[in-house]
């Protein structure tokens, strides 16, 4: 028999629905006096989608925004700097925002569009917390070769709303030296050396580091959209920097690969598309 409670918090505005310890369902009211409901997507654009949510209300922001027409997603566009207020806005304290962009090369020149965008979430108040990489280790022939290095990145930036509550790092970098002893001596701040305290047994796997190697992830037949995220990105953002239960959204929701992400690591998401048609192919895969 399940047991169900239903937590109402009036001065947010919010109602939790917990079924055995799970936070099943939340329903809040925004500033606009809509009400919001989780693990929905919502088919529309993801400042109406923002508007209904009250302030501090999301865990963890993973998302790709369209960038410098390098797709031209049926010609949908957004306002950076209103999307960026109110990411901050409705972002819990302590909570996160992955933002994944690249910038196109005009005129032989890149636009530093990445970069004019991370600067605008710090005046918002941001932390900028790390600048990851997402290494695609191959490329689709964009550019002349003949004058540059094959682009095989982009950017993503962790941004952070005050002190970080949550980071669970994840261990799956295979340490050459593992088994092994270590003794001797470590750097300190000023230069100088000390000696180790204890020997040490260097594990199997060390923590990751913040260049991310994932192929592309590509989808097939009819319906399918032109930049979906690979699954496992999405899936290592979700684990690291939320917990079971958390609030994920995705802005720019696109195929639903976050949302799905969220959903298989039991947390709650909500998602904003603006186009109908990649509504119905992220209703599809979750
Ligand atoms: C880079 S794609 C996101 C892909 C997504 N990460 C995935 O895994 O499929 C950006 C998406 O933002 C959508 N979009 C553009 N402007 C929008 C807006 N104002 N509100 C909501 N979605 C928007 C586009 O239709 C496009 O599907």
Redesign the pocket.
Known sequence: MPVIFLILLEKLKIIKIIVNGIIFNVFATGRSGYMIETDKIYC????DTMNRMPDNFIDLTV????YDNL?T??G???DFEKVAREIYRITKEGGVVVWVVGDATVKGSETGTSFKQVLYFKECGFNLHDTMIWNKGGFSAVGALKVRYAPVFEYMFVLTKRKLKTFNPIKDRSNKCAGKNVSGTIRQSDGSMTPMSKVMIINEYGQRFNIWEQSP?RQRGKNK?P???PEQL?NDHIISWSNEGDLVY?????????AKMAKLNNRNYIG????EE?CKIASARI
Do not use: V
Not at 250 to 258: E, N
Not at 272 to 275: G, K, Q, R
């Open positions: 529309e654009n993801c400042l998302t790709s925004p369209p797709r997603y049926k949908y566009s957004f992830q959209h930049a979906p995220f999405a995705d802005p720019f929701m696109g195929s639903g690969t976050a904003s598309e603006i186009s990649y």
